[in-house]
């Protein structure tokens, strides 16, 4: 083993990818994008770098998302990319292996779990692990997963809303459903565009988003001045948009992402209902930041729902946490290497 094994933690997410190094904490915190320049096939740009590319590049370099709903939609580009942050994160040391945890939507299939890991091998890693989100956020938000208790964890990134029923260290029911923060994005999109005829791309609808989104509507609204192609002159022009239209506007992303929720509560046994009314659901990942969703999830449930601490990390500090004790969790690894 000696004492240069390094262990990384990586939270492999459709929009961000973290990277948790021990005795560091997150090191990185980029988004999963990498930029190719076609003629020859090659990497030009990955992470911060490459988002700032998006709709901004010329024909010959594409910049794109080689994850999609939380699992690798594009191999190649996903093994680049992995190989960039894990050599960025060890830095100097680089020129050892390390050890690698990489966290998976619950509901991957043992194919996309093997994806991951070759992916993980191949990009530099001398053993990698895969653990499944919703307990890494949990043990990321200092739930104590090994106690017969039941917990519910809701992590909402870019591409995926996983809830999952935690008990004794494993997972009793889940639910996955591939619509989160990306997905809100894209409602909001439409929705400038048919009712402002204004064209926005997704970097403007994300700041929208967090700027003045809610998920509830609220009686003390916030403008923001959209910037954007009118689609009737072609020409840029600005428009206000206040909190309550984009209440509006995602109202169908957020019934998906409470349905999930409601079905994961459905499935989940009596005994274990009765801990989760006393322990409230507990909302880990980026998208859960919007505004009032605590509220909504307890208007739509009855339970009650809070904010997880330093969200966007949950899933990161988890993988950390598990490499610190693997042999606690082997039961829920698989492993290679």
């Known amino acids: 083993m000696g004492f240069f094994s390094k262990k990384l ?57 080689p994850m999609k709903d939380g699992v690798i939609a594009d191999y190649r580009v996903t093994e680049a990319m992995l190989r960039y942050f894990i050599s960025k994160a060890l830095g100097k040391w680089s020129f050892f292996k390390p050890e690698v945890l990489v966290s998976v939507p619950a509901g991957v299939t043992s194919t996309e779990r093997r994806a991951v890991v070759e992916a993980a091998m191949k990009a530099g890693a001398k053993a990698a692990y895969v653990m499944k989100e919703p307990i890494l956020a949990a043990i990321g938000a200092g739930i104590p997963i090994h106690e017969p208790i039941g917990h519910i964890v809701v992590d909402i990134g870019g591409g995926t809303t996983d809830a ?106 009596p005994e274990l209902a009765s801990d989760i009314i006393d322990n409230g659901i507990v909302l880990t990942g980026g998208s859960s930041l919007l505004r009032n969703l605590d509220e909504l999830m307890f208007r739509a449930t009855g339970v009650k729902a809070r904010v997880a601490e330093e969200a966007l990390f949950c899933v990161a500090k988890g993988t950390g946490m598990a490499l610190a004790h693997l042999g606690t969790y082997k039961k829920s690894i698989i492993a290679k290497g």
């Open 9 to 65: 933690g990586i939270d492999l997410g459709t929009a961000n990818t973290l990277v948790f190094v021990q005795g560091k904490g997150v090191v990185i915190n980029e988004p999963s994008v990498v930029a190719v320049s076609l003629p020859e096939n090659r990497v030009v740009a990955v992470g911060d770098e490459a988002k700032v590319m998006i709709g901004k590049t010329p024909d010959a370099i594409v910049a794109y998302r």
């Open 164 to 269: 999952a029923v935690i008990s004794l260290g494993g997972i009793v029911a889940a639910s996955s459903y591939k619509c989160a923060g990306n997905k809100i994005d894209q409602a909001i999109v439409d929705y400038v565009k048919k009712n402002f005829n204004l064209s926005i791309g997704d970097r403007t609808a994300e700041e929208i988003k967090i700027k003045i989104g809610s998920a509830i509507l609220v009686e003390d609204e916030m403008t923001y001045t959209i910037k954007g192609r009118d689609l009737v002159t072609g020409l840029p022009r600005t428009a206000e948009i206040a909190t309550n239209e984009v209440v509006r506007a995602i109202d169908s992303q957020l019934k998906d992402m409470t349905k999930v929720v409601k079905d994961v509560l459905n499935e989940t046994p």
